[in-house]
């Protein structure tokens, strides 16, 4: 019973929902991560809201991501631009142009190899993304361990990337993984960067105060989009948000 009224706004939005179709079992798991959803956005109000795309989202339309759930505002998008040290994702240039034209906050992002050179991986991205004013700083996405080096030979290589990339844009990246890989390897030694964290558990509805964005939901609908997106939520308003973006 604790459980039902913990959640009982989020649940009042589930039940509004009036169907005389039997669910199966995907839109059974949709429609509670939507109670979670909504019982997040409740907590976090006040806050920036964005999303998270890439080639697996395809063809967009932009002239309609607008709001999440049809409901919440959407101020801010990361775009996957780059993966390793040899790949363009398909959809970056279409995507970060017109994210641009319908007046979101952009920011790109790179997918990191572990087995792959850091420095090639580093001038892939700085080839391919061109910030401009207005656009969040360049992301480091870290999710998986090496298989043929040291967990401090990574740590080397993600250093590497970060000061290459620094350096180009005169910008400090900001790092992307999941709460425990961050709290296993990076807490302590990148403790001068700033996260992006992403973290599904149904029971968590605030983020920590030491991070900058956290992804909450990769099951979210957004007008323009067809099927899932990632939502992140950034650790203030609109007005602060803006004050980090490119000068």
């Known amino acids: 019973m604790g459980i039902v009224y913990h959640y009982r706004n989020g649940l009042a939005y589930y039940f509004s929902f009036k169907t005389d179709k039997v669910l199966d079992k995907e839109a059974r798991e949709k429609r509670l991560s939507d109670v979670r959803n909504y019982q997040v956005l409740e907590k976090n109000e006040g806050k920036a809201i964005g999303i998270d795309v890439s080639e697996y989202q395809d063809e967009i339309n932009w002239d309609e991501v607008r709001t999440l759930e049809n409901d919440n505002e959407l101020s801010f998008v990361f775009i996957r631009a780059t993966v390793g040290n040899d790949r363009l994702d398909k959809r970056f240039r279409e995507n970060w142009l017109n994210a641009k034209e319908n007046h979101l906050i952009r920011g790109a992002y790179h997918y990191y190899r572990p087995n792959e050179n850091s420095l090639e991986q ?110 992140n939520i950034f650790n203030g308003d609109l007005q602060q948000l803006q004050f980090i973006t490119k000068e």
Do not use: C
């Open 122 to 231: 580093a001038e892939l991205f700085i080839k391919t993304v061109r910030l401009q004013k207005g656009d969040l700083p360049p992301v480091l996405d870290i999710e998986k361990l090496p298989e043929n080096q040291s967990v401090e030979r990574l740590k080397i290589g993600l250093r590497r990337w970060l000061i290459a990339v620094e350096e180009h844009y005169k910008v400090k990246p900001i790092i992307y993984t999941g709460e425990s890989y961050y709290d296993d390897f990076l807490k302590e030694e990148f403790s001068d960067y700033l996260f992006w964290i992403a973290n599904y558990n149904f029971y968590r509805e605030k983020m920590e105060e030491d991070w900058l964005f956290w992804q909450f939901t990769e099951k979210a609908s957004v007008s323009g989009i067809k099927g899932n997106v990632d939502v």
